[in-house]
């Protein structure tokens, strides 16, 4: 019997390992090896990086090489994780944080920081957009994707990526549906069946 699970670990790694291998070389990313120890960890990342926009991915990838930069991806610390963070982007190390036993990753968030702290720092740095942040800040009606968008002019920028991405607000819930990647952006009629991670189980109402 120990002997039949010391070979199901070893199994285990290997898969883990080999997945890893594969999600650096298809994302021109580094995969923290304490991250991936368990495959299921790089199941859940490889779902959230699929829903960045794939020529989006790309030309960050390609601005991040000529910059000489990589994007890491390692465990969330315990600093941040004690401070209820879900995840941390570091623009210094363009390192993003994430919880590798978490059912849910806030790659698409980070991501977001990515995006704007790193790879378009005229576009995050411009004065017109802070001041007209901090004239919304406060103010009546929807101004912000979320409660947490309003937070700070990072957050807001952040979250309005991911909303931009995922079509997940305050006002929506996120369903999990089966399909192909030829569904990515599109919408359908769902059924919503059961709770779901951090949202529901549908089923696509026609069929």
Request: charged share 25%.
């Amino acid at each position: 019997m120990k002997t039949e699970l010391g070979s199901l670990e070893k199994a285990a790694k290997e898969a883990a390992a080999k997945k890893k291998s594969e999600l650096e070389s298809k994302y021109k990313v580094k995969i923290a090896d304490s991250y991936a120890q368990h495959i299921a960890s790089l199941e859940v990342l490889e779902d959230q990086i699929k829903l960045i926009p794939s020529a989006l991915y790309e030309k960050s990838a390609a601005q991040l090489t000529k910059m000489g930069k990589k994007l890491s991806i390692i465990d969330l610390t315990s600093a941040h994780h004690m401070s209820g963070m879900a995840g941390f982007y570091t623009p210094s190390k363009v390192t993003i944080e994430l919880d590798p036993y978490g059912t849910y990753s806030e790659f698409p968030h980070e991501y977001g920081h990515l995006i704007f702290m790193t790879v378009l720092p005229k576009f995050y740095n411009s004065t017109t957009l802070k001041n007209e942040w901090n004239s919304l800040k406060g103010g009546e009606g929807p101004t912000h994707v979320s409660e947490y968008a309003k937070t700070s002019y990072d957050e807001d920028l952040a979250e309005s990526f991911d909303a931009l991405i995922s079509g997940y607000t305050d006002n929506y819930i996120k369903t999990y549906v089966p399909g192909d990647e030829s569904m990515l952006n599109q919408f359908y009629d769902v059924k919503l069946v059961d709770r779901f991670k951090d949202g529901m189980k549908g089923e696509l109402a026609n069929g």
